[in-house]
């Protein structure tokens, strides 16, 4: 299984704090308690809490969290005593479950407003509480949680029944539902689905399945009525299903079939199976998504047309489909570029100059990349913004921060994370910068990185891409003959920098080496008696990381790109992602089938722009630095 680092949930060890004061061990013991759900040993660990201490609100909320009886008074109060907090936000949100489970419908209307961030159960016992009162001024919002493929909460179900009971859900809007379930591949919630349909038109149970797990043998059986709606439904599913598979055999079994489809059905499944084939670089799906056209495809569907005719050089279709996405996705910045690079080359230069200069205006790969085609005359200079000591030692002072500081020092990190990103999620920008650069005072680099980051106007690049450990990453860069700019560019996304990192594949340290690769290495550099938490140690974990990030360069032509996606999905895939002849690596990039590798790639050669620039390196424009990817040679 390939690791996508940044996709992954870190894990991380507790740190012994720096300092102790008062309190802290019953703290550690109290959060312990609570992780086992041992009301006793939080009960007595509390008692070893000052009431001054600046986590006793946790104590609180951890005891409330554990205690089932007599809790509504308590938890009004504590709401009322740490008003705005992390705490009051996350005991409000399970209170407000609790009172959905009750149907306590008046107190969950009176509370229901206060909270910062609903989730889906939320938002259905909410529109429930109002059809209890008889209000039904948000009827529209409730219908249109019908309409997604994914899993809804189980709060939901009464709400959707109520709707189906008034009317308000009808039957085809059952169908559109059972559709997006399969879109999504998620055939459990299409058969769940199904049982809003009348007895007659519901298709059995087995056959979801049947089409999941064996999509070719249920296509050549005389399973399926093609007669039938249900039937149909499941065909196209099935034919998804063997798509993924193999696009060679879903295309014959839809020549077989094809007269039993009405033509939105047929573009349909030609939709579903070119985007497999584009998923696998195969050339003829330009000409499937041509059979299917583009208003029976979705936006995911239609991005894969574009990633396609990207490989083909057909800049007239990439402008056409891209023109055709959704508003929401045609604004988004890849298309936004790839739209602007289409009309360039379609020779339409003012309008693509247009988009490339808002674009050029925002900080990541594709705002990059817009810059160099308007050239150095347009490029703005980066702006630094400092901020004094004043306005970090007013940050720190913030109760949120406070408490952030405090369980970070007590090794209580995943704590630490969530208070303090729910303390800054209202900051002005230099506030941000303030409390970034009182977390880098604290060694706390990804907070640094990911608070600077959120900057709207000021912006301070230094703290955006910060080099700890520089020593170490200079010596393994010289010894590999690795750019610099490129090792701390991937470091700084696999890890932010978090030495104690694990991921949940068990990829560790800096350059989030897996226990597997670190051997091979190991052996490879003649170390003896090795063991994988070696990884730990941040001048073996880079000196390993540079070594490998090496390897595969070496072994992929050099071009650094293919060596990136190959770090984070494999040698083998970043070489089977090929053509037999040379391509723009931004074209490779953009047509990378993992969405976590595709993203990954993009930041870890922007990151290197910026750290170039941060080390006084020759300026080099990054559409150089992607370079061209060599031709495949061989089958892929």
Same mark, same amino acid.
């Given at each position: ?108 209307? #009176? ?197 396609? #005719? ?49 674009? #050029? ?184 990381? #540079? ?90």
């Amino acid at each position: 299984m390939f690791r996508i680092i940044g996709f992954f949930l870190l894990v991380v060890w507790p740190v012994a704090p720096v300092w102790a004061a008062p309190g802290d061990a019953a703290v550690l013991q109290a959060q312990q308690a609570f992780s086992a759900r041992k009301l006793t040993d939080l009960e007595r660990a509390a008692r070893a809490v000052p009431d001054d201490h600046v986590l006793s609100p946790y104590i609180e909320y951890w005891r409330l969290m554990l205690t089932s009886s007599a809790r509504d008074a308590r938890i009004a109060d504590f709401l009322a005593r740490y008003p705005g907090s992390r705490l009051a936000e996350a005991l409000r949100a399970d209170w407000l479950k609790s009172l959905g489970v009750r149907e306590a419908w008046p107190q969950y209307l #009176a509370e229901y407003p206060r909270l910062v961030s609903p989730d889906a159960t939320h938002q259905c016992y909410a529109y429930r509480a109002e059809w209890a009162q008889g209000d039904r001024s948000h009827q529209r919002e409730a219908v249109a949680m019908w309409f997604t493929g994914r899993d809804m909460p189980s709060a939901c179900t009464p709400l959707f029944e109520q709707m189906i009971e008034a009317g308000l859900i009808r039957e085809e809007d059952v169908w559109r539902r059972l559709r997006l379930a399969l879109d999504a591949n998620n055939p459990n919630v299409a058969r769940a689905v199904a049982n809003a349909l009348p007895a007659a038109q519901r298709p059995a149970a087995s056959l979801f399945e049947r089409a999941s797990r064996d999509p070719a043998r249920l296509l050549n059986t005389d399973s399926l009525d093609l007669g039938q709606r249900s039937h149909r439904e499941i065909a196209l599913y099935a034919l998804d299903q063997l798509a993924r598979r193999s696009t060679t055999e879903a295309e014959q079994a839809l020549h077989k079939r094809a007269m039993q489809f009405d033509t939105e059905e047929l573009r349909t499944a030609w939709a579903r199976i070119a985007t497999s084939a584009a998923r696998r670089h195969e050339p003829v799906a330009l000409a499937w998504f041509q059979q299917a056209g583009v208003a029976p495809t979705n936006d995911f569907q239609r991005e894969w047309w574009v990633r396609a #005719a990207l490989r083909a050089g057909e800049w007239q279709t990439v402008q056409l489909v891209i023109e055709s996405m959704s508003d929401a996705a045609r604004a988004e910045p890849v298309w936004r570029y790839w739209r602007a690079r289409a009309l360039q080359a379609n020779g339409q230069r003012t309008a693509s100059n247009l988009l490339f200069l808002a674009l #050029a205006r925002e900080h990541h790969y594709y705002g990059q990349l817009a810059q160099e085609e308007l050239g150095p005359v347009l490029q703005a200079p980066v702006v630094k913004n400092k901020t004094g000591g004043d306005h970090v030692e007013a940050i720190a002072r913030l109760p949120g921060v406070a408490r952030a500081q405090a369980l970070y020092e007590l090794g209580l990190r995943r704590e630490a994370s969530e208070e303090w990103v729910w303390t800054i999620r209202t900051f002005s920008d230099a506030q941000l910068l303030a409390a970034a650069e009182l977390a880098r005072r604290m060694e706390w680099y990804d907070r640094a990185i990911n608070t600077a980051e959120r900057t709207r106007e000021l912006h301070d690049f230094e703290l955006r891409f910060l080099a700890p450990y520089r020593e170490l990453a200079q010596k393994a860069a010289r010894e590999n003959e690795l750019d610099e700019a490129w090792v701390f560019g991937l470091m700084r996304q696999e890890s932010r920098f978090v030495n104690v990192a694990r991921s949940s594949v068990g990829a560790s340290g800096l350059m989030q080496i897996m226990p597997a690769t670190a051997s091979w290495i190991a052996k490879r550099l003649g170390i003896r008696d090795f063991h994988p938490r070696e990884m730990q140690d941040p001048a073996k974990n880079i000196q390993f990381g #540079a070594y490998y990030l090496k390897h595969v360069q070496t072994s992929l032509d050099g071009s650094p790109v293919l060596a990136t996606a190959a770090y984070n999905a494999g040698p083998g895939r970043a070489q089977r992602w090929r053509d037999t002849r040379p391509m723009e690596a931004a074209v490779y990039i953009e047509s990378i089938p993992f969405a976590e590798t595709r993203d990954y790639v993009k930041k870890v050669m922007s990151n290197a722009m910026y750290y170039a620039a941060r080390f006084g390196q020759p300026s080099v424009l990054l559409k150089d630095r992607l370079g061209t990817v060599p031709p495949r040679k061989g089958p892929p």
